[in-house]
């Protein structure tokens, strides 16, 4: 898939937010391995890594009223994997206790 450009991804996510679940796909599709790379970095561990951005997608598809700027998805999604990778990190933690 080529790469997508800030405003087509934005243009994807207000298709998305009707409720064309073929421009979530595509958002997915497009943004899916730069996620992962950015769990990776953080976590070090493929399998959990691959859990926070599961989440990640989980999270931007419950709460798609929340961006309130389309153009900005990508950065939003960074914040989503960044916190999804700490809470998986804290609950590690706890769960080695």
Known sequence: M???TYKE????????KAGDTSAFAEIFNATYKPQLYLASSIIHNQALAE???????????????A???????VS????????????IIRKEKESTK
């Open 76 to 87: 939003f999604m960074n914040r989503l994997t960044v916190n999804n990778c700490y809470a």
């Open 51 to 65: 859990e926070a951005v599961q989440n990640t997608y989980l999270s931007l598809y419950k709460n798609m009223n």
């Open 9 to 16: 991804l934005g243009a994807l996510f207000e298709k998305a």
């Open 67 to 73: 961006v309130e700027k389309p153009i900005a998805l």
């Open 2 to 4: 080529k790469k997508l």
